[in-house]
Antibody, heavy 125, light 107 residues
Framework: EIQLVESGGGLVQPGRSLRLSCTAS????????MSWFRQAPGKGLEWVGF??????????EYAASVKGRFSVSRDDSKSIAYLQVNSLKVEDTAVYYC????????????????WGQGTMVTVSS | DIQMTQSPSAMSASVGDRVTITCRAS??????LAWFQQKPGKVPKRLIY???SLQSGVPSRFSGSGSGTEFTLTISSLQPEDFATYYC?????????FGQGTKVEIK
């Protein structure tokens, strides 16, 4: 079964850090760009950032709202993508989702088709 | 950044109604446009990819059209399980951007 499972969320004080994990199974993880999205309570969806596959340079891109504070990385040997979230702010409170995008290798059919169940990050003092 | 203007932001409709939701991109995005359905407390579900391709397993009453800057999601005959919030997403150019969402409620 193709699956993404996020973990690592929790309650954290402003200014602190967390590392979120997205563990993949059932597909060739290394072929996919891995992306993070978030959704604040009662709000819409927001793209956070992504990391390209090694075949496409393994480079990263970020939303302006998190650039310099958040960092996406990957361990293809473990099929895990990470989202390091530093200097957390109250407004970072959200459910964080990871998704896969295989459009570079497989076309649009496998772009953003699989989402994890999400992990909740609550930033509060 | 590419702005995605989605309309309407909310609507009331009855079972059996034809529903149309529109997303307009501030610049051309080719067909790098996906539509998602989200129910309260649930994970977003992809309905349409590449602007007009139906996700496997999604009922054929859902359809997408458009290219460039104008895109449409149509539900041909609204069913009770379709009451949800719908989002468009452009993934042609980063930062990837969503429309504001359309909440479809029961009339």
């Amino acid at each position: 079964e193709i699956q993404l499972v996020e973990s690592g969320g929790g309650l954290v004080q402003p200014g602190r850090s967390l590392r979120l994990s997205c563990t993949a199974s059932g597909f060739a993880f290394g072929d996919y760009l891995m992306s993070w999205f978030r959704q604040a309570p009662g709000k819409g969806l927001e793209w956070v950032g992504f990391i390209r596959s090694k075949a496409f340079g393994g480079t990263t891109e970020y939303a302006a709202s998190v650039k310099g504070r958040f960092s996406v990385s990957r361990d293809d040997s473990k099929s895990i993508a990470y989202l390091q979230v530093n200097s957390l702010k109250v407004e970072d409170t959200a459910v964080y989702y990871c998704t896969r995008d295989g459009s570079g290798s497989y076309g649009a059919l496998r772009a953003l088709d699989i989402w994890g169940q999400g992990t909740m990050v609550t930033v509060s003092s | 950044d590419i702005q995605m203007t989605q309309s309407p932001s909310a609507m009331s409709a009855s079972v059996g109604d034809r529903v149309t939701i529109t997303c307009r991109a501030s610049q051309g995005i080719s067909n790098y446009l996906a539509w998602f359905q989200q129910k309260p407390g649930k994970v977003p579900k992809r309905l349409i990819y590449a602007a007009s391709s139906l996700q496997s397993g999604v009922p054929s009453r859902f359809s997408g059209s458009g290219s460039g800057t104008e895109f449409t999601l149509t539900i041909s005959s609204l069913q009770p399980e379709d009451f949800a919030t719908y989002y468009c997403l452009q993934h042609n150019t980063y930062p990837w951007t969503f429309g504001q969402g359309t909440k479809v409620e029961i009339k």
